[in-house]
């Protein structure tokens, strides 16, 4: 069965730190781009950030560059996304995805997702 399980989101006070994960099985994460999309309350969707499928490349929405970081374990087949520095601001669901070649658009990652995790909620408020 084809799908990615998030983890570790929670409530997190502003300056604080979060490391999110998504664990994907029934398809191996080396094939493709591997990334974190988010929504906010009456808000689009918006990318985050992935490492591109083709060439490795890390790419960062302008709004958390220096901020998060994305990894990838590729014997455990999980991508992390280490958050620090949060602000009220980056409180929204968390939506790991993977697909096709990524690209910037207006400041965010974008790339064509073929699969969704559930999301996982962050929540930074004091």
């Known amino acids: 069965q084809v799908q990615l399980v998030e983890s570790g989101g929670g409530l997190v006070q502003p300056g604080g730190s979060l490391r999110l994960s998504c664990a994907a099985s029934g398809f191996t994460l080396d094939y493709e781009t591997i990334g974190w999309f988010r929504q906010a309350p009456g808000k689009e969707r918006k990318g985050v950030s992935c490492i591109n499928s083709i060439d490795g490349r890390t790419y960062y929405a302008d709004s958390v560059k220096g901020r998060f970081t994305i990894s990838r374990d590729n014997a455990k087949n999980t991508v992390y996304l280490q958050m620090n520095s949060l602000k009220p601001e980056d409180t929204a669901v968390y939506y790991c995805?993977?697909?096709?070649?990524?690209?910037?658009?207006?400041?965010?990652?974008?790339?064509?997702?073929?699969?969704w995790g559930q999301g996982t909620q962050v929540t930074v408020s004091s």
């Open positions: 995805a993977a697909g096709g070649e990524a690209y910037y658009s207006s400041g965010y990652v974008s790339y064509d997702v073929s699969k």
